[in-house]
C-alpha cells in the first residue's frame, strides 16, 4: 500500500523530467511482472544465478545453513568475486526498503525496444523483485524505435 498519493507522485516525476528534460513517458503504478526484460545479472551480482535458488524464496533454516557454510568456508568466501549483491538477505532487505519507502528508491528508466523488450541500465534487482512480488513501482518509459540486441541475432 502506497502512502504517498497519485498525485504527488505525478508532481514529483514530472519535476524529474523538466530538470532533465527527457523525452520518457511517466508510468506511475507500473507492474513488470508480465514484461520481457533484458537482464544483464551474473553470478557475482545476483543469488540465484550463484547457487540456483533465489534469496526471495529462502526460509530460516535455508539462510541459518548459509551462515553456516560462511563461517566454515570463510577463507573461500573472502577469496571468491563474493559482491554484497550476492548475499541472501540483499532482496529482502530490498523489497522491504520498496514495500515501506517507495519514494527512497531511485527512479527506474526502461528503454522500450520495438520487438517489446524492455532494457535499462540500472534497476535490474529491484525490477526483479517488483516482478517476483508483483509490486508496481513508478518509472519513466523511453520508446526506442529498434529491436533489441537478444531480437537482432
Known amino acids: 500500500m502506497r502512502c504517498i498519493s497519485k498525485k504527488i507522485r505525478k508532481k514529483w516525476f514530472n519535476k524529474i523530467k523538466e530538470m532533465y528534460s527527457t523525452p520518457y513517458r511517466v508510468e506511475l503504478d507500473f507492474s513488470p511482472k508480465d514484461k520481457q526484460f533484458l537482464y544483464r545479472l551474473t ?40 559482491t554484497k549483491k550476492v548475499h541472501p538477505l540483499y532482496c529482502k532487505n530490498l523489497s522491504t526498503k520498496m514495500y515501506e519507502l517507495p519514494k527512497a528508491c531511485d527512479v527506474i528508466t526502461y528503454y522500450r525496444h520495438s520487438c517489446g523488450h524492455y532494457d535499462f541500465c540500472d534497476g535490474q ?22 529491436s533489441c540486441d537478444y531480437c537482432k541475432d
Open 125 to 146: 534487482h529491484r525490477t526483479c523483485i517488483a516482478s517476483k512480488l508483483g509490486i508496481k513501482i513508478d518509472v519513466l518509459i523511453d520508446d526506442i524505435d529498434k
Open 43 to 82: 553470478d557475482g551480482t545476483c543469488f540465484f544465478l550463484k547457487t540456483g535458488k533465489c534469496s526471495l524464496d529462502l526460509n530460516r533454516f535455508d539462510l541459518f545453513k548459509h551462515n553456516l557454510l560462511k563461517k566454515i568456508f570463510r577463507r573461500w568466501y573472502r577469496n571468491a568475486d563474493f
